[in-house]
């Protein structure tokens, strides 16, 4: 029974770890990368509030969420920036939120207005905003509720994107910060999740292929990723460290998936190739060993065609054969021209062995008369 109690008690000390733990949201022990270099875009219209671009976390890595002009969800609300936080043995993200007054985000220099503590980019005025044009990108023209008010930078701008950890920002809420905190909260409007959404799905804006240094750094409304009013950024923050091995993976998934493409389409090019080579080869199908290597129908060939070139030259040699037996036998070859008249061939046969005969006779006859 009392194990069972100690059961239920760890149990309990889990669930109520998580629940406190998830209103961080993503926890991640890879650093984010610096904060790239990038021009703030014109206001679109009157009383649009701007909203800090930062690094985001998914599957395949970090991913920049580009800067943008944000309608609030009602007048007098602003913008609190969400920033990453060392928590002791992992980075986690605070998200950001609209409130009365800014709260605490990090002491993340993020820029136009929100240079590590509260913001100086304006202030609600009778639900109208005021902008503060040596901070805002704005068109006096069209917008007249400005003003200009040179903002003192204390921070150091080094475009750190995180507070505490190794090599982050050393910065704790201030006493208006806390009771910012504690106030009423509204979550980000439906158009700012759908900027966030449309980033994560740009394979362009993930930090392993920008090097830090994204293509849309900044737009003129939310979700509007392409076009006029997007601002590409100058320069990365800092020099782009390539994360842990596994980080690298899954940047490198969409790469990976089209060398896999590449190695599928290969093999069928090669495929092709190799069936539309056999047909030049037929013409060799005169000794019928197409099936034979190169190398041995090579060797093949040249056996039967110096074979097959005496027995053509057969007929000229057979001539001189005779010619060789005529040196020897000089008699019968005169003879042998009138074989086509002698109809039968014995009948010269045996009228040259009889004249053969005859001389030798003689020859005895004329050496037998001087013995006489």
């Not at 993503?26 to 270099?37: G, K, Y």
């Not at 979550?187 to 920008?210: G, K, R």
């Not at 290597?293 to 074979?307: F, I, S, W």
């Amino acid at each position: 029974m009392r194990n069972i109690r100690f059961l239920l008690l760890a149990v309990l000390i889990l669930v109520i770890s998580a629940t406190s733990f998830a209103q961080f949201g993503v926890v991640i022990t890879i650093a984010p990368p610096a904060l790239p270099v990038y021009e703030q875009p014109m206001v679109p219209e009157n009383g649009y509030l701007w909203n800090p671009g930062y690094w985001s976390y998914g599957d395949q890595g970090y991913f920049w969420v580009p800067g943008t002009w944000v309608q609030p969800p009602e007048a007098g609300l602003l913008w609190t920036p969400g920033y990453w936080g060392w928590g002791g043995n992992a980075y986690a993200w605070n998200g950001g939120y609209w409130g009365q007054s800014v709260g605490f985000y990090g002491g993340v220099n993020y820029g136009y207005g929100y240079a590590g503590s509260g913001y100086q980019g304006g202030y609600w005025n009778n639900g109208a905003f005021n902008y503060n044009r040596s901070v805002n990108n704005v068109n006096t023209t069209s917008i007249t509720n400005v003003y200009n008010k040179t903002v003192i930078n204390n921070t150091t701008v080094n475009n750190v994107s995180y507070n505490g950890g190794n090599g982050g920002i050393q910065a704790r809420p201030t006493t208006a910060e806390e009771t910012a905190a504690h106030e009423r909260h509204t979550p980000p409007t439906a158009l700012q999740t759908e900027h966030v959404h449309a980033a994560s799905t740009n394979h362009e804006l993930l930090a392993s292929v920008n090097q830090g240094r994204p293509a849309i750094a900044a737009t003129a409304k939310p979700a509007e990723l392409s076009g006029k009013g997007v601002v590409a950024a100058k320069e990365a923050g800092a020099p782009y460290k390539a994360p842990a091995a596994e980080n690298n993976a899954a940047a490198n998934k969409a790469t990976e998936n089209k060398a896999a493409e590449n190695k599928v389409v290969a093999p069928h090019a090669n495929e092709n190739k190799a069936a539309a080579q056999p047909v030049p080869r037929p013409p060799t199908e005169s000794g019928k060993r197409t099936a034979e290597p190169p190398e041995a129908a090579a060797r093949v060939q040249p056996v039967p065609r110096p074979e097959t070139a005496p027995k053509l030259e057969a007929r000229p040699e057979s001539a001189p054969r005779p010619a060789t037996e005529a040196h020897a036998q000089p008699a019968p070859r005169p003879e042998a021209a009138p074989k086509p008249e002698a109809r039968p061939d014995s009948a010269p046969r045996p009228e040259n062995k009889a004249q053969a005969e005859k001389p030798e006779h003689a020859a005895a006859g004329e050496e037998e008369r001087p013995h006489q």
